[in-house]
């Protein structure tokens, strides 16, 4: 066959893979926000669920979900910040380097509800914490280290090296030279990679099943060692295990979750592109 | 007064034998200039003063430096750094405000409050005779500086720092002929109050500013003598080749 | 002072870079200390092959293979999906795409990835399962079908980032060098570019395989977990993820069925360390 039409052909069919795919994106973007924005009302938002979920809104829910967001963020984010430091500026090439890294690599394979089990047997078994807010959000926080320690590492890299030789050669400690000029530049990268760490937090469900979702609790929680609703554990709830919920709700609790990952998201996207148009070397 | 006692210094990257054998001093308030082509081990040499080549990997060392009659291998390094400053092949203004930049230095020694700050920065900047065109655009970003104007930029940021020696890694490079000039001035000028050593490929500013000259090549200094000596009667052949430009 | 101050920021530092390699060992240690306490009283070959799953029943039968069986059948139907129309997608980022368009696609795939799983998985409930069930004339949706389906298309942004990269950082020269001795660009691609990249590319294939292996609500949402042994795509399945999701919940702490929900997890474990080892291999073998 002529070469040039097998070429017409196989980049047809490339590009409808790729169309098709986008179509499909753009397919559960669209349902969710067509048959989810109706159901948003201020009511649907500031309420406790009522009538066994089957009517009034998702407030304790939102709520639990920002707890246990910020909670893992506590945590991950000192502990991955310094991880990637330590890669970055402290590190050298060697077998325990080439260790760490695997070990960042595995942390991001682990399935999600394996974090799950392990935050049942170590937070909330062993170490006593009960189903709770600490517990889910460490389990979290464990989960979205590597995705922050990935992130800091890269925005840290990307700072010249010279800028680092000029601030050692006036004197300057390592130290002083990593808080004054590398962090400084890298910040906006490692700002980056924690929104997408928040909005990877908010939407995952296996992590939180055991370790602090509870099915249905229309009170908010009172400290740490409570146990909360969760947005995406919720929305599991409202579409499998209780019948005959109002599909408003269903969908308005999707929307809900979705609007608030993506909306993590965009911040992230507005972030890294600004810094790019900002960048001054 | 010797600054710098060198002996038998060998540097090696890896399997790369960049410096062999160097022995020398340095003399107080003298610009030596180092010549030579393009990898014969001068700008590790130079780098080797204030121990900058520890952030190499696979940097090997033997033989010994002293600086004012310590082994600079035992001395606390951020203090060496501070008294023996570089300055650059390519302007680097750290990403900050052309003040910050030159009160960086000064700021990580621990001299805080403004006063103490603005008067160090334009002592600084004056000695670079960079502060009649900056004074008034102090607060303005490092990179909206001429590249002449970065480079002594980058001359008062070592300044600032108070050092004793001044270290200079081809710092005209990139450089057109006139603010070439200007840095030559400068460092000409500074030589009252500091030692200074000029890496260069360029012979004739070697000729134009150095007291003495030294002479390397693939990593073994040939000769080192007074800088007229050299351009006009070296010992050695390949000096005179060099100089001539039958190598380059 | 100043030495003291550098000198516990350098151990902090590292104290926090073995932080990864801590909770892996942690997460293990973990598993096995909860897990093997279900190999008293079955062996790991029973637990293995056993052909039946009823862990509530007296004594219980924790015999895991048919729940491994409709893990490989998903995951099967997803590789066999996803692989084409991934790969495709990423030749197609990496080399046909103009530059806007490229943008785009690339923004579309990160949405993708950005989606949560549970909505994912309710999405596909109300819309993939009914067409699934009224296109075949199946009884139920809640098939193995649906089950790889979705996630076939939640494996692609895996799949695309890594591939694409892969073919991004091959050397321009080798295509011009095609492109030199008179090859179309798609002869370039196929004969030359796909197997400088290869294996980058099998490391985005396994990689995506992982991300389907240990995809949990969705899955569990969509396949009918049923926990006997698949004989086609047309029937529910339940996969290893889904029973610990679904299972835990009810479990008593420190009975047999606990521990056998960690033994499981045990096994999800060791199945992700080695796919993200192998890739990890592949991934520098290219550098």
Known sequence: ?281 | ?248 | MRKLREFIIEKLVLLCGLASIFFVVLIFLFLLREGLAVFKTISPSAFLAGKSWYPISEPPQLGILPLILGSLVVTFGAALISIPIGVGCAIYIAEIAPKRLKEILKAGIELLAAIPSVVLGFIGMVTLVPFVKTVFHLPTGLTALSGSIMLAFMAMPTIVSIAEDALYSIPKTYKEGALAMGATHWQAIWRVMLRAASSGILAAIMLGIGRVIGETMAVMMITGNAAVIPHSLFVPVRTLTATIAAEMGEAVIGSEHYFALFAIGIVLFVISFAINVTADLFLHKRQ
């Open chain 2, 1 to 248: 007064m010797v600054i710098f006692k060198i002996d038998d210094l060998d540097i090696r990257f890896g399997s790369v034998h960049a410096v062999r054998g160097v022995s020398m001093e340095v003399l107080a308030h003298e610009i030596l200039t180092v010549i030579g082509p393009s990898n014969s081990g001068k700008t590790t040499f130079l780098r080797m003063l204030n121990r900058m080549n520890d952030l190499q990997p696979n940097f090997k060392m033997s033989g010994t430096v002293e600086f004012e009659g310590d082994n600079i291998r035992k001395m606390n390094v951020e203090i060496l750094r501070r008294k023996v400053g570089t300055v650059f092949a390519l302007p680097l203004p750290l990403p900050l405000s052309i003040f910050d930049n030159v009160a960086y230095g000064p700021r990580m020694h621990g001299l805080h409050g403004r006063g103490k700050l603005a008067e160090r920065v334009e002592e600084a900047l004056r000695r670079a005779y960079l502060w009649e065109e900056v004074k008034d655009r102090l607060q303005e970003s490092a990179f909206k500086l001429s590249g002449g104007q970065q480079q002594r930029l980058c001359i008062a940021r070592t300044l600032a720092v108070e050092p004793e020696v001044i270290l200079f890694d081809e710092p005209c490079s990139g450089l057109d002929p006139i603010s070439t000039a200007k840095v030559e001035d400068a460092m000409v000028k500074l030589k009252q109050q500091y030692t200074l050593i000029l890496v260069t490929n360029n012979v004739k500013q070697a000729a134009r500013v150095g007291d003495r000259t030294a002479f390397f090549l693939s990593g073994e200094m040939i000769e080192i003598d007074k800088t007229d000596k050299i351009f006009t009667a070296p010992r050695d052949g390949r000096t005179d080749d060099y100089i001539r430009g039958r190598f380059g």
């Open chain 1, 1 to 281: 066959m002529n070469p040039y039409r097998t070429q017409r052909i196989a980049f047809f069919l490339l590009f409808m893979a790729n169309a098709l795919i986008l179509l499909l994106v753009g397919f559960v973007v669209v349902v969710i926000v067509q048959k989810g924005l109706p159901a948003i009302t201020w009511q649907f938002l500031s309420d406790v669920p009522r009538q066994g979920m089957r009517a009034g809104g998702i407030f304790p829910a939102i709520v639990g979900t920002l707890y246990l967001v910020a909670g893992a963020i506590v945590f991950a984010l000192p502990i991955g910040l310094l991880a990637a430091i330590y890669l970055s500026e402290y590190a050298k090439d060697n077998l325990l380097t080439r260790l760490i890294k695997l070990a960042i690599v595995n942390l991001a394979g682990v399935p999600s509800v394996v974090y799950g089990l392990f935050g049942l047997a170590l937070f909330v078994v062993f170490f006593k914490f009960g189903a709770s807010i600490l517990s889910g959000s460490l389990t979290l926080g464990i989960m979205i280290l590597p995705l922050i320690i990935t992130a800091s590492r890269e925005a840290l890299e990307s700072v010249p090296q010279s800028f680092r030789e000029v601030s050692l050669s006036l004197g300057a400690s390592k130290w002083q030279t990593i808080r004054h000029i590398v962090l400084p530049n890298a910040i906006p990268g490692i700002l980056t990679g924690t929104i997408l760490g928040l909005g990877r937090a908010a939407g995952e469900t296996a992590p939180i099943l055991f370790t602090v979702a509870a099915f249905y609790l229309p009170l908010l929680p009172g400290s740490i060692f409570d146990q909360v609703m969760a947005l995406p554990y919720h929305l599991y709830v409202i579409s499998t295990q209780v019948p005959n919920v109002d599909e408003k709700i269903r969908y308005g609790t999707a929307f809900v979750l979705l609007a608030l990952v993506l909306f993590m998201n965009l911040i992230a996207i507005i972030i890294r592109y600004k810094f790019r148009m900002k960048k001054k070397w």
